[in-house]
């Protein structure tokens, strides 16, 4: 058997999308537990698309992502260059075997002309195909016109590694474009070649190049070329499941999920869990554990939803599986600039509070603020609180007052503030949801926050008693 030998070859026309870091990780994952060869070409032949610094941030978004290549642009390799602008001479060799062979063709006709041939099948409603215009006798080409491929329609039926049997009629092969009149190759030549050249065994793509693989098969036969094993990716779809994904549904770059604090680990997990799992119920899985158990058979063949929320929940299952001093380490710039002057063991000791709860790093500066310094007296927090609201500002006042003189003969332990808090609600009769929310407000000023008795032992006795001090004084 060869070695197997997978590619990514995204267009440097943009940021890497999920789609597309999916196809990467399966081509990544196949390599991997073959022990085989990952490879990254860039195909840039549309240069019009072409987005500057786009290269680079693919290469960091892989790399973010640890999915590391062993051969590429920018690390070479024994079949370099991994760019296909600097690959044209190869084109070229393939294009003059392609014409001595009879199997392209100068494309003699002007736009206007091709666009002519186009309106008079959609108003004959017909399929356009350019080898119902083929020239009997095209004139040599010279490079300043496209370059054509001579097709040989015929059915086909193939195995695709994930949509299984596939059969299409000749009706669907046409003589596609080589080399435009620009000397760039177009895809459809150029990854045929790039593909044989660099010996890819396996070609993992996206279902919007589904139509077009009879040409590209019809394009093997006519170069003497064994076609790779082809996996076909079916579309992620969006939130609702009904159309594909798209920036309009939030899609985002990569890289901006791990500005906002999303593991790479929990990213990896995630994307590999659309539309693919391993048979059982687990859903997180560790890289090694990909590795190991990754199949390409088992990628569904429907389309599978992107769901942010299950995103969230993983990442969130991820950060609470590290120890607190890695989860501390890695979530350092997320961190308010409130907390500057604290040290690291108190502020391990907020993370430690948050870490259950906490989704993204992102959401640390608001999870934690109140920590660090005294937010503004929010009453309206009380008055929108559906029991607090019921109560006159008095009786609050009175609460607060028992629950001053109580907190403040505590020593702060976690212990002893749990057993003067369940005192309290002997001593005044009233419901944890009433007194427990009144003080965390009075404390906090925050919507939300961690354990009441575990909160009030970080901050302390003394912002605690200032803080419920100064919400009396504001129930005056």
Same mark, same amino acid.
């Not at 695709?160 to 046409?174: F, H, K, Q």
């Given at each position: 058997m060869k070695p197997v030998r997978t590619r990514f070859a995204p267009s440097p026309t943009g940021f890497l999308h999920v789609g597309g870091i999916r196809t990467a990780l399966f081509a990544w994952l196949i390599a991997r537990q073959t022990g085989g060869q990952f490879i990254l070409r860039f195909e840039d032949t549309d240069k019009k698309r072409e987005v500057a610094g786009a290269r680079e941030h693919l290469i960091r978004s892989l790399l973010t992502l640890g999915l590391e290549y062993d051969e590429g642009p920018d690390i070479g390799g024994q079949f370099a260059p991994y760019t296909q602008s600097e690959r044209l001479s190869s084109y070229q060799d393939w294009a003059q075997v392609l014409i001595d062979a009879g199997k392209a063709y100068a494309d003699p006709y002007t736009p206007e002309q091709v666009q002519e041939f186009r309106e008079q099948a959609r108003k004959e409603k017909r399929p356009f195909l350019y080898r119902n215009h083929r020239p009997e006798n095209p004139p040599a080409w010279d490079g300043t016109a496209?370059? $054509?491929?001579?097709?040989?329609? $015929?059915?086909?039926?193939?195995? #695709?590694?994930?949509? *299984?049997?596939?059969? /299409?009629?000749?009706?669907?092969?046409? #003589?596609?474009?080589?080399?435009?009149? #620009? *000397?760039?190759? /177009?895809?459809?030549?150029?990854?045929?070649?790039?593909?044989?050249?660099?010996?890819? /065994?396996?070609v993992i793509r996206g279902q919007e190049f589904l139509a077009s693989t009879p040409n590209y098969l019809n394009l093997y036969e006519a170069l003497g070329f064994e076609p790779p094993i082809i996996a076909t990716m079916p579309h992620i779809m969006g939130p609702d499941g009904k159309k594909k994904l798209s920036k309009r549904d939030g899609a985002k770059d990569v890289l901006d999920y791990v500005r906002d604090g999303f593991l790479p680990e929990a990213l990896v997990n995630f994307i590999a869990s659309l539309g693919w799992n391993d048979g059982t119920e687990q859903e997180i899985f560790t890289r090694a554990e990909l590795i190991a158990k990754f199949k390409i058979e088992r990628v569904q063949r429907s389309g599978a939803r992107f769901d942010e929320h299950r995103l969230q929940w993983m990442n969130g299952v991820w950060i609470r599986s590290l120890n607190i001093d890695e989860l501390y380490d890695r979530s350092r710039e997320f961190w308010p600039k409130s907390s500057a002057g604290y040290d690291d063991t108190y502020k391990k000791r907020v993370l430690g509070l948050i870490q259950e709860r906490l989704k993204y790093f992102a959401e640390i500066p608001a999870l934690t603020e109140f920590f660090f310094v005294d937010l503004p007296i929010h009453m309206e927090l009380i008055d929108n609180n559906k029991q607090l609201k019921k109560l006159e500002r008095t009786e609050l006042k009175q609460l607060l007052e028992h629950a001053h003189v109580s907190l403040g003969q505590s020593n702060f332990s976690v212990e002893d503030l749990t057993q003067r808090l369940n005192g309290l609600l002997e001593q005044t009769g009233q419901k944890p *949801?009433?007194?427990f929310s009144l003080i965390r407000i009075a404390s906090t000023q925050a919507p939300f926050s961690p354990g009441l008795a575990d909160t009030l032992s970080v901050l302390g006795p003394d912002v605690t008693l200032r803080r419920i001090s100064q919400t009396i004084d504001s129930l005056l």
């Open positions: 496209p370059l $054509r491929f001579k097709s040989t329609p $015929r059915a086909y039926t193939r195995i #695709d590694a994930v949509m *299984g049997s596939l059969r /299409t009629g000749p009706e669907v092969i046409d #003589d596609f474009v080589l080399i435009k009149s #620009d *000397g760039y190759p /177009t895809y459809n030549f150029a990854h045929v070649i790039d593909d044989y050249e660099m010996q890819i /065994t396996h *949801g009433v007194l």
